[in-house]
């Protein structure tokens, strides 16, 4: 089972922006899709943001606009820029990797707290 390591979060200003990144063990590229979940204080693990295989990307509304999901092929990295920062973007960020057969794995998230 691939290995995914997030990392780039952090403490930001609302109307900030950060990066985040995941770090995969294999080659995304061989992958059905790839995504983003978060999950806030209280709250459940909510899906953010899908690339799929052929690199067509999804959504959810509440980021739309805001957040870019985008892979670079050799360096197996998954990335999440995130621009304009709300309170309520803030959670633990998770990657999540899809396999075409087999059962999906997920990184150890990183925290990201938008607060002034």
């Known amino acids: 089972q691939v290995q995914l390591a997030e990392s780039g979060g952090g403490l930001v200003q609302p109307g900030g922006s950060l990066r985040l990144s995941c770090a995969a063990s294999?080659?995304?590229?061989?992958?059905?899709?790839m995504a983003w979940y978060r999950q806030a204080p209280g709250k459940e693990r909510e899906w953010v943001t899908t690339?799929?295989?052929?690199?067509?990307?999804v959504y959810a509304d509440s980021v739309k606009g805001r957040f870019t999901i985008s892979r670079d092929n050799a360096l197996n990295t998954l990335y999440l820029q995130m621009n304009s920062l709300k309170p309520e973007d803030t959670a633990v960020y998770y990657c999540n990797a899809v396999p075409w057969v087999g059962v999906a794995s997920w990184g150890k998230g990183t925290l990201v707290t938008v607060s002034s």
């Open positions: 690339i799929r295989s052929g690199g067509r990307t």
């Open positions: 294999e080659n995304i590229f061989s992958f059905n899709a």
